[in-house]
């Protein structure tokens, strides 16, 4: 049975600075999505990675992919206040169109 | 109307009541999922339905029925709830074989007094 797990779960960064967010996942699987939900919202797709090493970009967030590993990360570049937002990964379980998410990791940031 | 509408946003019913869930997608995807979102247990996956057939149930009680009559709605009906099934239930569809994973709706936001 596949597994997602992230961390941290709680992340509170200040403005400017950098971090990143891990997902590791239990079974073999060739793709991984990242999601953003802001409180009481829909989630977001921000990012699909489909083979191993991808890295996709955008703003200040930049995510990765090694499936060797079963690990993607989310990269975050001089974090700003907008940012602030439950971020969830999510890999999809291999022949079946289910996506399996981690928890979440709430990242706040600080002025 | 695009992507994945949820209806009503908010929803606020007794115990004994009976209420239905509408979710519609206008992407032509041919999967599509409830999800159940609540503080103690984000994200929990209750029905998958493929081809408008039902293929996956997480041992979701009774009191929670799922409709799919066609491949661009599904709902969820609702009876005799609990007030622990509060939540943020979530629609999301998905193209079979496709790599662009799931689109969301809004979500219905439920409270069961």
């Known amino acids: 049975e596949l597994k997602v797990e992230q961390n941290p779960l709680f992340l509170s960064m200040q403005e400017g600075k950098n971090y990143t967010i891990y997902c590791n996942y239990s079974?073999?699987?060739?793709?991984l999505y990242w999601y953003r939900q802001d409180p009481g919202k829909s989630l977001e797709s921000l990012f699909v990675?489909?083979?191993?090493?991808a890295v996709k970009q955008e703003g200040r967030l930049m995510a990765s992919l090694d499936t060797k590993a079963r690990l993607s990360t989310l990269h975050i570049t001089a974090a700003v206040h907008d940012l602030s937002a439950t971020y969830f990964c999510a890999a999809e379980s291999g022949g079946s169109e289910k996506l399996v998410f981690g928890k979440g990791t709430k990242l706040t940031v600080n002025p | 109307e695009t992507g994945v509408t949820q209806t009503p946003r908010h929803l606020v019913m007794g115990m004994t009541n009976k209420k239905s869930l509408k979710c519609e997608q206008h992407l032509g995807h041919n999967a599509m999922y409830w999800y159940k979102q609540s503080a103690k247990k984000p994200l929990e996956l209750m029905f998958v339905y493929s081809l408008e057939e039902r293929v996956e149930n997480n041992s979701v009680p009774s009191r929670f029925s799922p409709e799919c009559p066609n491949s661009s709605h599904l709902f969820l009906h609702l009876h005799t709830l609990q007030p622990e099934d509060s939540a943020l239930y979530l629609c999301?569809?998905?193209?079979?074989?496709?790599?662009?994973?799931?689109?969301f709706g809004s979500g219905t936001r439920l409270t069961v007094v």
């Open positions: 990675l489909l083979s191993n090493g």
């Open positions: 079974t073999t699987s060739d793709r």
């Open positions: 999301a569809s998905s193209q079979i074989g496709g790599a662009n994973g799931y689109t």
